[in-house]
């Protein structure tokens, strides 16, 4: 098995450290930018207290090159974006 990501790939999971407990959080998504520049928001779910893990399905990595990534909750009265990280996504030559 690869640490890389490939197009096509499904099962990958996708786990953003937001810095703090989240627990309590709300409206947990994981807002994507594309290589093209698109966007997609993830409905992400809590994990281990400071995470938000989403699990990649069919069809949700469709482009290769550097994803952006960046957490959205509501959390007491606070609704905003962590830090933006990125991953690549290699092309599947399958």
Request: glycine content about 10%; proline content about 3%; aromatic content about 10%.
């Amino acid at each position: 098995m690869s640490d890389k990501v490939y197009v096509g790939d499904v099962g990958t999971e996708i786990i953003v450290d937001c810095g703090q407990s989240i627990v309590g959080a709300t409206a947990t998504t994981l807002e994507i930018l594309k290589p093209d520049g698109t966007t997609k928001s993830w409905t992400a779910t809590i994990y281990q207290t400071n995470y938000l893990k989403y699990t990649i399905v069919t069809d949700d990595l469709d482009i290769p090159g550097l994803w952006r990534v960046q957490a959205k909750l509501t959390l007491s009265g606070w609704t905003g974006k962590g830090e933006t990280d990125s991953f690549r996504v290699y092309p599947s030559y399958n």
